[in-house]
T-cell receptor, first 111, second 111 residues
Framework: GENVEQHPSTLSVQEGDSAVIKCTYS??????FPWYKQELGKRPQLIID?????GEKKDQRIAVTLNKTAKHFSLHITETQPEDSAVYFC??????????FGPGTRLSVLP | GAVVSQHPSWVICKSGTSVKIECRSL??????MFWYRQFPKQSLMLMAT?????????EQGVEKDKFLINHASLTLSTLTVTSAHPEDSSFYIC???????FGSGTRLTVV
């Protein structure tokens, strides 16, 4: 089955700097890779996703890149703001099947 | 878009009692519902997959007699935690396979 690793587990950046979180996956059949932001006590919120036929996707300050050969994908947040502070989870999935989540990254944006 | 209503949002119960958590798809038919559990500061772990009209599929290590899942209709899936113990205290959240839509989650505290 799928196994998703995520690094780093914690990340602190200064406001305005960029943050990068990396994930690797094991199942070559996985073809959908979403990223979720979770604030304390709340449900995860989808912030961006990418399918295996695309190498990069951007939405304002957030971007995701995918390297299928190396089986890794990354989340990039530019111009970080205090409200970006949260726990971020990546996931890998063979679309239609269940998600396998990474262990999470706690991002702190320092003012 | 697709909405999954989950209730209750939080519940406190005594050890040995049972708690039922409901997830309803409000504007679509959810043939498959994934049930996840999230312990504090940890990732979301799949407990089981429920399919309408058939028995749920449980992940390894999840006791099917303790975590009863019923998916009797296309709009309702329920998770019942039976004979709850303090170690069952966790955040339980459902996700419909259609659109990968999360419910709002249930924080269970067993005292």
């Amino acid at each position: 089955g799928e196994n998703v690793e995520q690094h780093p587990s914690t990340l602190s950046v200064q406001e305005g700097d960029s943050a990068v979180i990396k994930c690797t996956y094991s199942d070559s059949a996985s073809n959908y890779f979403p990223w979720y932001k979770q604030e304390l006590g709340k449900r995860p919120q989808l912030i961006i996703d990418i399918r295996s036929n695309v190498g990069e996707k951007k939405d304002q300050r957030i971007a995701v890149t995918l390297n299928k050969t190396a089986k890794h994908f990354s989340l990039h947040i530019t111009e970080t703001q205090p409200e970006d502070s949260a726990v971020y989870f990546c996931a890998g999935v063979n679309y239609g099947q269940n998600f396998v989540f990474g262990p999470g990254t706690r991002l702190s944006v320092l003012p | 878009g697709a909405v999954v209503s989950q209730h209750p949002s939080w519940v406190i119960c005594k050890s040995g009692t049972s708690v039922k958590i409901e997830c309803r798809s409000l504007d679509f038919q959810a043939t498959t519902m994934f049930w996840y559990r999230q312990f504090p500061k940890q990732s979301l772990m799949l407990m089981a997959t429920s399919n309408e009209g058939s028995k749920a599929t449980y992940e390894q290590g999840v006791e099917k007699d303790k975590f009863l899942i019923n998916h009797a209709s296309l709009t309702l899936s329920t998770l019942t935690v039976t004979s709850a113990h303090p170690e069952d205290s966790s955040f339980y959240i459902c996700m419909a396979s259609r659109g990968y839509t999360f419910g709002s989650g249930t924080r269970l505290t067993v005292v």
